[in-house]
T-cell receptor
Framework: AQSVTQLGSHVSVSEGALVLLRCNYS??????LFWYVQYPNQGLQLLLK??????LVKGINGFEAEFKKSETSFHLTKPSAHMRDAAEYFC????????????FGSGTQLTVLP | GAGVSQSPSNKVTEKGKDVELRCDPI?????LYWYRQSLGQGLEFLIY????????KSGLPSDRFSAERTGGSVSTLTIQRTQQEDSAVYLC??????????FGPGTRLTVT
């Protein structure tokens, strides 16, 4: 069975500071990996995904993530936080070649301080 | 084109009543998913439809939950005899094969 662990349910950074949101997965086969963002009272929006190829993936709004197989990690980063980045972020995995439902982490609430 | 839409956006119901939640996927998307988001359980998969194949119901929490997808498009999630633990946001997503899932805004269900 797959599982996803997001370290830190709440992360606070100052505006302009580095954002680092951690995600580790457990799976017998490296899965497809996703980061989604959820703004208050809205659905989930895809930030970026990794399926194959280059392990450093760039997404929308200046975010990027790096797949590290040896560490079973897919951490999300952004060099400089903006106030508008305040939201909840979810890491998710999808099992390759089989059922396509997503397994989500518990989420990380990002607060950006002025 | 339009994204995934869900209705109603909010639903308050009394314990024991049945409710129906609707999802309109993106036109042309063959796959449709229902998820539930609650404070205690986070985001959980409920059910998955792909084309004309039998749905994957492995995530449904009890036999009070059911879903159908008519004509390969609109889907309805039905919860019978609602309980307070059913209170959650119900999210629908759709996708084309091998592409990412696009989520709707959700239906917030409150069971009183």
């Amino acid at each position: 069975a797959q599982s996803v662990t997001q370290l830190g349910s709440h992360v606070s950074v100052s505006e302009g500071a580095l954002v680092l949101l951690r995600c580790n997965y457990s799976s017998s086969v490296p899965p497809y990996l996703f980061w989604y963002v959820q703004y208050p009272n809205q659905g989930l929006q895809l930030l970026l995904k990794y399926t194959t190829g280059a392990t450093l993936v760039k997404g929308i709004n200046g975010f990027e993530a790096e797949f590290k197989k040896s560490e079973t990690s897919f951490h999300l980063t952004k060099p400089s936080a903006h106030m508008r980045d305040a939201a909840e972020y979810f890491c998710a995995v999808e099992k390759r070649w089989t059922a396509r439902q997503l397994t989500f982490g518990s989420g990380t609430q990002l607060t950006v301080l002025p | 084109g339009a994204g995934v839409s869900q209705s109603p956006s909010n639903k308050v119901t009394e314990k024991g009543k049945d409710v129906e939640l609707r999802c309109d996927p993106i036109s042309g998307h063959t796959a449709l998913y229902w998820y539930r988001q609650s404070l205690g359980q986070g985001l959980e998969f409920l059910i998955y439809f792909q084309g004309n194949s039998a749905p994957d119901k492995s995530g449904l929490p009890s036999d009070r939950f059911s879903a159908e997808r008519t004509g390969g498009s609109v889907s309805t999630l039905t919860i019978q005899r609602t309980q307070q633990e059913d209170s959650a946001v119900y999210l629908c997503a759709s996708s084309s094969p091998a592409y990412e899932q696009y989520f709707g805004p959700g239906t917030r269900l409150t069971v009183t």
